[in-house]
Nanobody, 128 residues
C-alpha cells in the first residue's frame, strides 16, 4: 500500500522560508514521478511543481518560479519542497503526489488527474 506523508508546514511571516518533506512508503520511489500541489480555501487544487524520476527534470508554476525548489532523495524515499520569499498568497494546504509507476525516466506531470497517489496535506500559512 502506497503511503505519502507530508511534514514541515506551519506559520511563517511574509518573506520567510519553509521546507516541506514528503516521506513515501510502499513503492519503489525511484520509479515514481512526483509533484506538489496546493489548495487555498475556496479555490481549486493547483499545480505547484513536479520532478521527474531521475530528479534532473523539473517544472514550476509561474507563480512560484524562482522562489520554490523541488528536489528528491531517492535513497531516502523522500521528496522536498524548499519555499523561499513566501507571500500571503502562498497560504494553502500543500499536497504531495506520486505517479506510480512513472514510466519514462524524464517525464514530468502537471495535471492532478495524472497522479495515482496523494498525501493528506500539510498547512502552510503566510501571515504577519
Amino acid at each position: 500500500q502506497v503511503q505519502l506523508v507530508e511534514s514541515g508546514g506551519g506559520l511563517v511571516q511574509p518573506g520567510g522560508s519553509l521546507r516541506l518533506s514528503c516521506a513515501a512508503a510502499g513503492l519503489t520511489f525511484s520509479y515514481a514521478a512526483m509533484g506538489w500541489f496546493r489548495q487555498a480555501p475556496g479555490k481549486e487544487r493547483e499545480f505547484v511543481t513536479a520532478i521527474a524520476r531521475d530528479g534532473v527534470y523539473t517544472d514550476y508554476a509561474d507563480s512560484v518560479k524562482g522562489r520554490f525548489t523541488i528536489s528528491r532523495a531517492n535513497a531516502k524515499n523522500t521528496l522536498y519542497l524548499q519555499m523561499d520569499s513566501l507571500k500571503p498568497e502562498d497560504t494553502a494546504v500543500y499536497y504531495c503526489a506520486a505517479k506510480y509507476p512513472g514510466y519514462a525516466v524524464q517525464s514530468i506531470y502537471r495535471r492532478s488527474y495524472e497522479y495515482t497517489h496523494w498525501g493528506q496535506g500539510t498547512q502552510v500559512t503566510v501571515s504577519s
